[in-house]
């Protein structure tokens, strides 16, 4: 917006009253570049006397990387005068009487007077801002770091007790217990996966849930080293935070596992397809195989199945376990995560 001064701003008392007051560093310059009028502020940050300014061009105040263009952006300005920051999107320098830089905010609003065009410069020190942005930046650097070393130990403790869960399971002489034993293996190894991306990711408070299913389907699939049946993820990049990502982690090894030990016992060969999709804050999780179905698929009230029921209240969603449509199981969790 163009505001026109009816008084010519040299006998203007309260216009340059204004200016001086101005907490900021404020500046009048004609159309050639030629400095018409400081406050004390722009004294302080250039180390400028008043007297040297006056009259001056304002390009000794530009570095001089800067000071090629500079006329050209004065036109372009003049040309098409209106109220707006100056370089936005780019950094900006100022250069002082003793030769250092600093980097400033400068905002320009045209003025038309008796004598012609001008250019209010409102300029602002940022250097502090500037420093306390890094200092920010660099503390949360330093967090991350300390969070993705957190992750790791959690991974490489976790990853010790699944070994320790091996080495009795292959000590037990009766099977069931055995089997407890790797069941329990299989669910640590599925948190500490988690742990696992984490470490790798940038983002160290969501994890990429799709990449984490390929990993947890390829680590099962080697684990039962069964190939009659092929395991089909379809994840479509869903991120999930932390504590959602544990708990459908631990569901999905459930589900799958309990597909790879029962769903296929009549020696036939299959497919089970994990699917995780979420929009918005709405999430859902499926596998489902093609294998002998539910009424033959001993689930029961088990220990995984408890498990998955406890999960799902914990994230307050819902579970349902049934009949898939190409006559096998499919259990599915649906619940709501912020965005």
């Given amino acids: 917006?163009?505001?026109?001064?009816?008084?010519?701003?040299r006998s203007d008392e309260r216009f340059r009253l204004a200016i001086e007051a101005a907490p900021t560093g404020m500046m009048l310059v004609d159309r050639e570049g030629r400095i018409a009028l400081v406050n004390t502020e722009v004294e302080k940050l250039f180390g400028y006397p008043r007297a040297e300014l006056m009259g001056m061009s304002v390009d000794m105040l530009v570095p001089e990387r800067f000071r090629a263009s500079h006329p050209t952006t004065r036109t372009n300005f003049f040309e098409s005068p209106a109220a707006r920051p100056m370089g936005a999107g780019r950094d900006l320098f100022g250069l002082r009487k003793d030769g250092t830089e600093m980097p400033i905010e400068i905002g320009l609003n045209p003025l038309e007077t008796p004598e012609g065009w001008f250019v209010l410069s409102s300029i602002v020190d940022i250097t502090e801002r500037q420093r306390a942005a890094e200092h920010m930046a660099r503390s949360l650097r330093e967090k991350e770091t300390l969070?993705?070393?957190?992750?790791?130990?959690?991974?490489?403790n976790l990853q010790v007790i699944s070994s320790l869960l091996r080495l009795q399971s292959?000590?037990?002489?009766?099977?069931?217990w055995a089997a407890l034993l790797e069941e329990s293996q299989a669910r640590v190894d599925a948190i500490a996966l988690v742990h696992e991306r984490l470490y790798l990711a940038d983002d160290v408070a969501r994890v990429d849930f799709s990449s984490y299913l390929e990993e947890l389907a390829r680590n099962l699939s080697s684990a039962f080293a069964d190939a009659r049946v092929v395991i089909v993820v379809h994840a479509g990049g869903a991120e999930?935070?932390?504590?959602?990502?544990?708990?459908?982690?631990?569901?999905?090894?459930?589900?799958?596992?309990?597909?790879?030990?029962?769903?296929f016992t009549d020696g036939r060969s299959g497919r089970v397809a994990v699917r995780a999709s979420r929009q918005a804050e709405a999430v859902e999780i499926e596998v489902e195989d093609d294998g002998v179905g539910i009424e033959d698929n001993p689930t029961g009230d088990?220990?995984?199945?408890?498990?998955?029921?406890?999960?799902?209240?914990?994230?307050?969603?819902?579970?349902s376990l049934g009949r898939s449509s190409v006559c096998g199981t499919i259990g599915r969790l649906s619940?709501?995560?912020p965005s």
Wanted: net charge positive.
């Fill in 335 to 337: 619940f709501a995560v």
């Fill in 302 to 319: 088990g220990m995984g199945l408890t498990l998955i029921k406890a999960l799902a209240r914990q994230l307050g969603g819902a579970f």
């Fill in 170 to 176: 292959s000590r037990v002489e009766d099977p069931r």
């Fill in 1 to 9: 917006m163009v505001r026109r001064v009816t008084t010519p701003q």
């Fill in 240 to 263: 999930l935070p932390v504590d959602c990502a544990i708990s459908c982690g631990l569901v999905v090894n459930e589900l799958l596992t309990n597909a790879l030990k029962h769903a």
């Fill in 147 to 156: 969070l993705r070393e957190i992750h790791h130990q959690v991974k490489n």
